[in-house]
């Protein structure tokens, strides 16, 4: 099993950052990829962006030149950086792990719990 917690989330001003984490943690042998997907009130969950093992990113184009997705395959872990917040960006922010581990040879999916971004003055 693999668990991921995100963290910092929070409310902002508009125009301001926040920065996102999530640790995966539990029988991990290889995360193959990482993401963020985000969803507002009355909305469909999207992919914001997401992060393969060897780094190559993808940001949906709302969030180009303002998100940026890193990750630390040490620590099992992806960041969000999000910059000039609007207020339109307001949402619950998911972690997502495409992760191999020691249950069974194919990865599987993984979410985390969420956390809420608030954008407002």
């Known amino acids: 099993q693999v668990h991921l917690v995100e963290s910092g989330g929070g409310l902002v001003q508009p125009g301001g950052s926040l920065r996102l984490s999530c640790a995966a943690s539990?029988?991990?042998?290889?995360?193959?990829?990482m993401g963020w997907y985000r969803q507002a009130p009355e909305k469909q969950r999207e992919l914001v962006a997401s992060?393969?093992?060897?780094?190559?990113?993808n940001e949906t184009d709302s969030v180009k030149g303002r998100f940026a997705i890193s990750r630390d395959n040490a620590k099992n872990t992806v960041y969000l950086q999000i910059n000039s917040l609007r207020p339109e960006d307001t949402a619950v922010y998911y972690c997502?792990?495409?992760?191999?581990?020691?249950?069974?040879?194919?990865?599987?999916?993984?979410w985390g719990q969420g956390t809420q971004v608030t954008v407002s003055s």
């Open positions: 539990g029988s991990i042998d290889s995360i193959a990829a």
């Open positions: 997502q792990a495409v992760a191999f581990t020691s249950l069974g040879p194919r990865a599987k999916y993984y």
């Open positions: 992060i393969s093992f060897n780094h190559n990113t």
